[in-house]
């Protein structure tokens, strides 16, 4: 199938899931330098403010028949995935990385019920590749997964961070208000969820595998 040329060129993707929906000013921001995949029932409301939607996957069980009827085949590509066993979110990754993504947000994966929610921040880990990034986005944080390695968070000085065991991990800190070297976290024991920035560029080492959700992050 041809998709149109004003398409993106980059490897670069917004993943719009059908969960609660958010702010479309941030929605539109967002897409601007990324290409646009959506599920299912999220596509009315992000064609409806504007966005050039590339892909439409999904089961179909929350969009209208006569939407799809109407979808300009040469704009949107639209591929049905009617498999029960994964969730549509799952699929669009799935799909996403036979495309070569490099980069993948998600957006609208949480909200409305808990259970989506909590599944949904369970696949940043199941599909997390060192070579492609994979990052959660709401209308107010940024939540990443990170196994065996050292990352960077840059920010506003006072952004807070939380790090969180997933389900077990052990950081180092520099750059962070309250810094800590080998600190032992464990999903059900000890956290570290009111941290903040102490410069704009702070460094965490993982050993083990870890959450980190960040306050107040545009992209």
Not at 1 to 22: F, V
Not at 186 to 203: C, G, K, P, R, Y
Request: net charge neutral; aromatic share 8%.
């Amino acid at each position: 199938m041809t998709i149109q040329t004003h398409i993106k060129n980059t490897a670069t993707w917004l993943l719009i899931a059908n969960g609660a929906r958010l702010s479309p000013s941030r929605l539109l921001a967002l897409a601007k330098d990324k290409r646009v995949m959506v599920l299912d029932g999220a596509y009315e409301d992000a064609k409806k403010i504007g966005l050039t939607i590339e892909i439409l996957l999904g089961d179909f069980d929350s969009i209208a028949a006569d939407v799809l009827k109407k979808i300009d085949p040469t704009e949107t590509q639209v591929i049905h995935a009617p498999h029960q066993s994964k969730t549509d979110l799952e699929k669009g990754l799935q799909y996403l990385d036979t495309l070569k993504a490099e980069q993948i947000f998600l957006y609208a994966a949480t909200g409305l019920r808990l259970q989506h929610t909590l599944y949904n921040i369970r696949m940043l880990k199941k599909y997390h590749h060192p070579s492609r990034t994979l990052t959660l986005l709401t209308d107010t944080e940024c939540v990443r997964y990170f196994r065996d390695t050292t990352f960077k968070l840059k920010g506003k000085i006072g952004d807070v961070i939380a790090l969180l065991g997933f389900p077990h991990a052990k950081i180092t800190t520099v750059g962070l208000k309250y810094e800590v070297t080998h600190y032992a976290l464990d999903f059900e024991q000890t956290v570290s969820i009111s941290n903040e920035l102490a410069q704009e560029e702070a460094m965490v080492t993982v050993v083990g595998d870890a959450l980190c959700i960040q306050e107040h992050v545009f992209s």
